[in-house]
């Protein structure tokens, strides 16, 4: 069995670089004068501080401090009809600058207009819970604290939404491994059989794309087709034709086959 590493440090090693293509980010527009996003600015102007404001793909986007976010909500609200929270969440911004990006995309029905509010978290901040002011926001709190470690405050019932209550870390942050960590690797056998049958089990295998081909069910492999549930030592290891449709066919349908497939050098 292999050792135990500890995780309380993974965050602190994670880091920005660009060796991945990150997108251009959308124009960033002038909010026009007179205009009714003009208007609804103003309202929340009167509420709180605004760190910036702008018009992007046509929506008007407000910056603000992660303390106010519930006066912001409620004046948009209260005063400009934005009656509907459509969407919440966070976006992981740990390793480029400490924190998350909170939104929240509200929507006026009458006015077809929509308005996205942003506040930057730091990793250890919490923020005030907006479902007094709008019930959609409960399960997305929860969620948004579940998955990304998002602390919200004075939530009524803020539990795991979607892992299990015993679970650590936060699947949806960037640093969390696409494989599940060690905790998640073992969660299941230590749950059921207890921490003395890992050498027995193994840990769990998380990639959904790995097919084991002494596998319970015996998958087949292309070309070395197998039958459902048969032994590993009655597998006959010579290569099958590879085809595409059943033994009939379809009737008046061509049939298909490896042999008179074609692969294009370039899309026509």
Known sequence: MRPYTPKDNVQAKAYYTDRFWVAPRLPEEPIPEGSPYAEDLAAVKKACKV??????RGQLVIYINPQDNVK???ALKEKRGFEMLSEMSAVDFLAERGGFEVFYQILNLDEARRIRVKCFVEENQAVESVNPLY?????????MWDLMGVKVNNHPYLKRLIMPDDWEGHPLRKTYPLEG???AQWYEVDKIFGKEA?????????????IDRYDT?????????VPR???A????????????QEEEGVFLIQKFSQENSKVLDKRK
Not at 233 to 244: G, I, K, M, N, S
Request: hydrophobic share 35%; proline share 7%.
């Open 72 to 74: 912001a909500l409620a």
């Open 217 to 225: 069910e015996r998958f087949a492999r292309l070309g070395h087709e």
């Open 135 to 143: 019930r959609s926001a409960d399960w997305a709190e929860r969620e």
């Open 181 to 183: 960590d060690e905790f």
């Open 233 to 244: 030592e009655e597998v006959d290891q010579t290569e099958t034709p590879v085809q595409y």
């Open 229 to 231: 549930g048969a032994p």
């Open 198 to 210: 890992r050498d027995i089990i193994g840990p769990e295998n998380r990639d959904p794309a790995r």
């Open 51 to 56: 760190l910036n404001a702008y018009i992007q």
